[in-house]
């Protein structure tokens, strides 16, 4: 059974930071692009960061880079995101994506709010 499990968010202030963490299992993890999507109340969802299989490549959207930080780790099946200086235009609810590298199957996690206010 695949699971895909987001952890971490919450309310933080401006300029604070938060680390998101995503589990999973039921998939060779090592051979999966992983990303972070985020989606706004009212807005699309919108690709934030990518890390390749082997963690080599990372790739960020332009309102996040310098600031946001994607790693991975294949022998925990977990991928993170450390987010940094943090802006209430950050506030959304964040998505993990596995894509695999074979047959372009994407798993996709439930979300975890991050709400960033003062």
């Known amino acids: 059974q695949v699971q895909v499990v987001e952890s971490g968010g919450g309310l933080e202030h401006p300029g604070g930071s938060l680390r998101l963490s995503c589990w999973t299992s039921g998939f060779i993890f090592s051979h999966h692009t992983m990303s972070w999507y985020r989606q706004a109340p009212g807005k699309k969802r919108e690709a934030v960061a990518v890390i390749h299989t082997s963690g080599a490549r990372t790739d960020y959207s332009d309102s996040v880079k310098g600031r946001f930080t994607i790693s991975r780790d294949n022998a925990k099946n977990t991928v993170y995101l450390q987010m940094n200086m943090l802006k209430p235009e950050d506030t959304a609810v964040y998505y993990c994506?596995?894509?695999?590298?074979?047959?372009?199957?994407?798993?996709w996690g439930q979300g975890t709010q991050v709400t960033v206010s003062s």
């Open positions: 994506k596995a894509l695999s590298s074979f047959d372009g199957h994407e798993f």
